[in-house]
Every structure is written in C-alpha cells, then in structure tokens.
C-alpha cells in the first residue's frame, strides 16, 4: 500500500448507531487531518494532529471522536449522527504541520451517509 | 473565518482549448495550492507555491503565486478529456495551522 488509504469508502448509517471510519498513511509523515466534504461548499477542516498531539479541533460538534493512536493512523468514531453529517470524509497527512508549509496529500475518502 | 474567492465556479470548454481559474484572498498567504479532485476521489495535489512571483509547471498545468500574496492563478493548456474533474485552490496564512480551501471549479471537457 502507497500514500493515504481510507476505509472503508462508503458507509451507511442510522442516527442510533455508532461506526468508525479509519485512516492510515504510508508516508512516513508527522501530520495526520480529517475534513468534511458537503456539496457545494469548502473542505472543511476537523481536527489536526501531529506526532499523536492533536493541534487543532475546528469546533465539531461531540458526536465526531478522532484518536491517534500513532503516527500513521487516525480514526474518526461517530455516534448518533444528524442526516447532515452525511458528506465525504477525507483524511489528509504531512510530513509537518501547515505551519512549516508541508504539503498535504489526501486519502480517497468515506462516503457517510446518514438515514 | 478567512475565506478564498475561487471563480469560475465551472467552466465548460471544448477539447484544445486553453483554461484560466483563478483564486483570491482577502489577507496575505505564504503558501498556494492547487488540487485535482475526481469523482468519488480525495483531491491530489498538482502545484505548489511557496514564493511571491513564482510561475510552476507540472505538464500542460501551470500555476502562479501572485506578486501581492493575495491571488493565485492555474492555467491548463491544450484541455484533454481527463482533464475533467474539480480543481481546488488552498492557502496557507503565515503562523496558521489550518489550510483555507476554495469552492472549487468544475471543468467539463467536451470532446
């Protein structure tokens, strides 16, 4: 496996359930992001971590979790989700923070829809 | 929050022809982007730029960080139909840990 993978990359789920969706990157960086994509609007940024430290949590709601358990995966742990929440979630990694001007490169992302 | 000006929102064009898209900002970044994003794809980065003034290529792909900090630009010479999909623009504020997107443009290649 190269670069950024995400699974799995479609989910459907009720508003009582709770999943995950998980992310891994084979880069060797130091930075790992999640976004929200809606229709029509920017990528929205979640949650910054870097070396397993989140950095950055971009007012998302508690319904969003993300952990990091190490520097090459980053998960996202859903529950009772709103129909709104359903977009396309990317996770993204760098070899440093946006501070130090890395580059980011993105995984495919997880079609979430919520019913 | 800080938010980038990308336009056109799409663009319909004919196999050959040359593309413009263009990105603006209301405060001074230090770092552009451009991304590439297929249908039911993550975006992949095509050009960055790191410097006022810089012109990069990448292909038939073009981009230039603005004199004034506030502007970038893509250029896409002789369109093939792959070329299709949505092109995004993304800075970077000076100090700042979050990457400012674009809306992004959609480009159609009719062949």
């Known amino acids: 496996e190269t670069g950024v993978t995400q699974t799995p990359r479609h989910l459907v789920m009720g508003m009582t359930n709770k999943k995950s969706l998980k992310c891994e990157q084979h880069l060797g960086h130091n930075a790992m992001y999640w976004y929200k994509q809606s229709a029509k609007k920017p990528l929205e940024l979640m949650f910054v971590?870097?070396?397993?430290?989140?950095?950055e949590n971009n007012s998302v709601p508690s319904r969003f979790s993300p952990e990091c358990p190490n520097s090459s995966h980053l998960f996202l742990h859903l529950h009772t989700l709103q129909p709104e929440d359903s977009a396309l979630y990317l996770c993204?990694?760098?070899?440093?923070?946006?501070?130090?001007?890395?580059?980011?490169?993105f995984g495919p992302g997880t079609r979430l829809t919520v019913l | 929050g800080q938010q980038l000006n990308q336009s056109p929102q799409s663009m319909f064009i004919q196999e050959g022809e040359d593309v413009s898209m263009n990105c603006t900002s209301s405060?001074?970044?230090?770092?552009w982007l451009w991304y590439k994003q297929d249908p039911g794809e993550g975006p992949v980065l095509l050009i960055a730029l790191y410097k006022a003034g810089e012109l990069t290529s990448n292909g038939r792909l073009t981009a230039q960080f603005g004199i004034t900090r506030k502007d970038s630009f893509l250029n896409i010479s002789a369109s093939i139909p792959s070329d299709v999909g949505i092109y995004f623009c993304?800075?970077?504020?000076?100090?700042?840990?979050?990457?400012?997107f674009g809306k992004g443009t959609k480009l159609t290649v009719n062949p």
């Open positions: 405060s001074i970044f230090n770092t």
């Open positions: 971590y870097s070396l397993e430290e989140r950095v």
């Open positions: 993204a990694s760098s070899q440093g923070t946006p501070k130090v001007g890395d580059t980011q490169y």
């Open positions: 993304a800075g970077l504020e000076g100090g700042s840990e979050k990457l400012v």
